[in-house]
């Protein structure tokens, strides 16, 4: 499917960038803002946490981060944007770090806005089993960026898959998405699934299809130019494979 396959399609042609820009009740748009907020808070976080800042700390500046973002609906504005999803966000936020101070934030804590799902104990296991590396906070936050947008897509995906009555389908083929199958294992999904071993080829195939097209979905963000939707597409198979 190609961009403009997208932009046309029934399926993607409300997502949660257009409501975001004004085509939505205020409803439509708090669930595109907890959709974001819920899959991307954490390379922000895992950012904050690189420069030295204290869970405490990381956890406030998360929180007034996207409370800032929120506050100037500022995704209403990302269909304009000339550089890559991940740069523009990373620029905006070292900017927002750099003009920020400790006590500003400090007074949030226990209370104020808290527009982010942030656990902090789940946050601080994740940054404990992060290997210990030479690289920037920058390329770790590609990186991050790059799963998270992968969680997304799959999350999108599943979601789409309950409305549509394929919520068994997903679970069972699922594992799929992302290796090829084990020796027996197509069988014993077809035994869960009731249908054929050879389906369950040809299910798993269109799966994959639809986990593209909501992986382009993601990074496209109502994307005029192709070539930077492409450009989005190659810079995140190059963080998920660095």
């Known amino acids: 499917m190609t961009h403009e396959d997208i932009n046309s399609s029934p399926r993607f042609c409300t997502t949660r960038w257009t409501i975001m820009g004004g085509a939505g009740d205020d409803s439509g748009r708090d669930e595109a803002w907890n959709h974001f907020t819920r899959n991307y808070w954490y390379p922000v976080y895992a950012f904050i946490r690189r420069r030295g800042d204290s869970p405490e700390d990381a956890a406030d500046l998360t929180q007034a981060f996207f409370a800032k973002l929120i506050e100037q609906d500022w995704l209403s504005k ?25 006590h500003e934030t400090a007074g949030k804590r226990g209370g104020g806005e808290t527009p982010v799902p942030l656990d902090s104990v789940e946050a601080e296991r994740w940054f404990g089993k992060e ?31 309950e409305t549509t009555g394929r919520a068994k389908l997903f679970q069972a083929l699922s594992p799929f998405l992302s290796r090829e199958a084990g020796a027996g294992e197509y069988e014993t999904a077809a035994s869960a699934l009731g249908i054929h071993a050879r389906s369950v080829a040809v299910a798993v195939h269109r799966l994959r299809g639809d986990f593209r097209e909501m992986v382009r979905a993601e990074v496209a963000a109502g994307l005029p130019d192709r070539r930077m939707v492409d450009e989005e597409l190659r810079a995140l198979a190059a963080a998920l494979g660095a």
């Open 78 to 102: 990302v269909e304009q944007r000339d550089t890559r999803f991940s740069t523009l966000l990373i620029t905006i936020l070292k900017n927002f770090l750099a003009n920020r101070h400790r």
């Open 131 to 161: 290997p210990a590396t030479q690289d920037t906070p920058e390329s770790l936050f590609e990186k991050k960026w790059a799963h998270a947008v992968m969680q997304a897509a799959l999350e999108r995906l599943e979601e789409e898959c």
